[in-house]
Every structure is written in C-alpha cells, then in structure tokens.
C-alpha cells in the first residue's frame, strides 16, 4: 500500500515537472482532476512556473519526507510547549494534533500562494471569501460538535458558537489570512521587480549587441579606405614595373580580391567557422606582406578538430590588424605574426602574437591594449558567451601576445551555420 502511495505521489510530480516546463501538454492528460490541475500549473507565470519547477526539483523524492518530517516534529514541539503552558485546556495528543493541524494548513497555503501570487491578486475577493467561508465551516462544525458531546443540547451547542466561533475566527485570520496576505504582497513585489530586472537586462543586451555591430560596421570603415589604397597603390607599383612587376601585381590583386570577398560575407553574418577566419586573415596577411615584403612574415596553425569552430566573425582579423598596425608596421626590422588555435582546460584558446613593437608603457595603452578594435572584440565576446574572454600582455620575446578563451562550439551543418 505505501509503495503505491509513493508510486502515485512520484507520478504527480513528474507530470506536474513535464507540464511546468511544457505548458501546452496540460490539455493532452487524461482524467478529469489531473487535467484540472495541469490546467491550474499552465496557468500561471513564466517566472511562477519556473520557480515552482525549481522548488519541486528540490524536494522531490526523499526531499518532499524528509521536509514534511521536520515540519511535523516542528509543530509537534509547538503542541507540547502549547500543552505545558495549558495544561488544564490542552491535552497534551490533542494540544499536537492541533498545532500539526493548523501548522500542515498555514504551510499549505503559503506554498499556494508562494507560487501562484499573480493569481492570488487577480481574485484576491474570492480567495478571501473561500478562507473565510472554510473557516467558518471548519469552527462551526467544531464547536457544534464539541457542544453535543458535553451537553447533548442543540441549544446549548449554538450559544457555545457564537461565544466561541467569534474568537476562533479572529485567531483563524491572525495566524493564516494574514500570514498569506503579507507573504502575496511580498510575492508580487518580487515579481514586479524581477519582471522589470528582465525587461531591462534585455533591452541593455539587445543595445549592446546592437552598438557592438555598429562599431565594427565603424571600424571596417575606418580601416578599409587606408588599406584599400594602401593596397591599390602597391598594384599600381607593380604594374608600372612592366613585365617584371605584372605577374606580382596580378598575385596582391587576387589576393585581395579574395580578402574582400570574405570579409564581405563574414560581415553579413555574426557567428562564423574558424576555418573561414583563418582564411581570411591568411589573404590579409598575403596582400601585407606583398606590400611590406621582407619585414612581414607570418604563420598560421589551425588544427582540423577545430575547423568547424564557430566564433563571432572578424575577431581574428581585428587583433591581426592592430598587431601590424601597432607592432610591426612601426618596427624597422619588422617582425613576425602567428597564429594558432589550441585546447586548454575544454576551452578553445585563440592566440596571435607578434614580434613587433609591444605594448606602451602602462601595458593597456590606446594601442595594443585598449581602442575600438579591442573593445569591439571584448563586447562580442561577451555577448557571444559570458565565459569568454581576451587578454592582452607582452610577449615573453618581446612583441605582444593576444589570447582569446570562449567556450567550444562545433557546428553540425550549413543551416546552423547561417542561424
């Protein structure tokens, strides 16, 4: 018998976590008081059911016992402590039948109204009148009962009500009406306030996303002119140089036609292959080094594991920018830059690192350390993923090195790919 009582109990609790997580399946179960009670769970809030969910995953199981045990013993010492104070009035079994009674009663109600609080205040008229007429009902039939047995008159048992149901009513109200009203009020402040926590923080997210793409639509504006006719400049060069120069110049114009034509698409799209990236940093580097020669070298190490990797598209390219731009460019002998891709800890470690001129003095300069491009990479970052990050320090050789840590995440398909 007791195990199909836990049986039904364990039941219960997995169609009500199954209906608090997918509301739209209350109307699909069967039997009349099950789907009523579904009904009631799809009813509620977002938030509210989310807290319920969380609250019944807690204590479900051994949980739900073991808390409903320390309940028990808990009003039962409030029973006894209620029979040494009166004892002449309060047997000491019935003193702890009573204090469980009301005590399981005042709990019950404050677990319905703790999660059901919107409700609570939609229909607060009719909730007050259900208490009250359950109160009522509850004394009366009591104190009538009570009557019969010590006098055996109906008289009697009505004049002991009304001295009495007065009284009783008053203490019902103390200790479960109000109770239940402070713990709604309280309730619904909370979810005003985390109703507006959400809205807020969804706005500030939409804002951010939002001026981090407008900062680096910004920065590819910034940068592409002074690189386009840096670039048009070398392939006019070249082309002047006739025959000898002709083949070099048709070489930095597919260059850079491939380097514009990937940029363009990872413009368009926010999450982008790893392979992609180092594609297109590959045909930058090539289209610098074709105007820089000798004073640029470069290396890139991307394992095929991580080829698939999604990242927030140009990041790469913004670091390989700024450390030719302010390491390499600026050094007479010019320098070197690599880059690689690396597990460390279950995170993808994304490095580029150059021999240039390293980081002003202070470290976090306008230079390497700080600017737009840095910052833009930071903020998509963050809204990529909260876990990840960039850090910017000096090269142990001299130059500087820039590391990139985000979570691993492989797409499985184009379609994901383009979502």
């Known amino acids: 018998m007791l195990k199909k009582c836990m049986d039904w109990y364990r039941s219960i609790d997995e169609e009500a976590l199954r209906v608090l997580k997918h509301p739209e399946m209350a109307a699909q179960l069967q039997g009349r008081g099950r789907r009523y009670v579904a009904m009631k769970l799809a009813g509620l809030t977002p938030i509210e059911r989310q807290q319920l969910h969380d609250f019944l995953l807690k204590y479900r199981g051994a949980g739900f016992y073991i808390a409903a045990l320390k309940l028990m013993l ?46 609570s205040v939609r229909n607060k008229f009719k909730k007050l009148l259900l208490i009250v007429s359950t109160c009522a009902a509850g004394v009366s039939a009591g104190v009538l009962l009570a009557g019969l047995n010590d006098t055996g008159s109906m008289g009697m048992a009505f004049e002991r009500l009304l001295r009495v149901g007065g009284i009783a009513l008053l203490v019902a109200s103390l200790f479960y009406m109000v109770p239940l009203a402070i713990v709604t009020t309280w309730r619904n402040r909370q979810y005003e306030a985390l109703t507006l926590q959400l809205q807020q923080d969804a706005e500030r997210e939409r804002l951010a996303r939002e001026l981090s793409e407008s900062q680096l639509r910004l920065l590819r504006a910034q940068i592409e002119p002074h690189f386009l006719f840096n670039t048009l400049g070398a392939v006019q060069q070249l082309a002047e140089q006739g025959a000898q120069g002709a083949g070099r110049a048709a070489a930095l114009t597919a260059d850079l ?24 940093v590959a045909a930058y580097l090539r289209v610098m080094q074709a105007r820089m020669g000798s004073r640029l070298r470069y290396a890139l190490d991307l394992p095929a594991e991580f080829a698939h990797a999604t990242i927030p598209s140009m990041i790469l390219l913004t670091l390989a920018e700024n450390a030719i731009k302010h390491g390499i460019e600026p050094s007479l002998r010019g320098g070197e830059i690599s880059l690689s891709a690396l597990r460390v800890d279950g995170m993808l470690r994304l490095r580029v690192q150059d021999t240039g ?3 002003p003095e202070g470290g976090t300069g306008s230079a390497q350390g700080g600017g737009l491009g840095l910052e833009n990479v930071r903020s998509r970052l ?27 995440k492989i797409a499985s398909s184009l379609k994901e790919l383009a979502a």
Not at 80 to 91: G, I, R, T
Not at 258 to 263: E, G, N, P, Y
Not at 384 to 407: C, F, K, T
Request: cysteine-free; hydrophobic content about 55%; charged content about 15%.
């Open 257 to 280: 036609i491939a380097f514009l034509r990937a940029s363009l698409a990872e413009m368009r799209s926010e999450q982008v292959p790893l392979q992609s990236e180092f594609d297109m």
């Open 382 to 408: 963050s809204l990529s993923d909260p876990s990840a990050s960039l850090s910017v320090r000096d090269g142990d050789e001299g130059g500087v090195i820039a590391e990139i840590l985000l979570p691993i």
């Open 74 to 119: 808990l009003f039962s010492a409030i029973g006894a402590v209620l029979h040494l104070l009166l004892p002449a009035k309060f047997e000491l079994l019935k003193a702890v039948i009573f204090s469980n009674g009301l005590g399981f009663a005042l709990a019950w109600g404050l677990v319905g109204v703790w999660f059901n609080y919107r409700s």
């Open 357 to 359: 001129m390293g980081l």
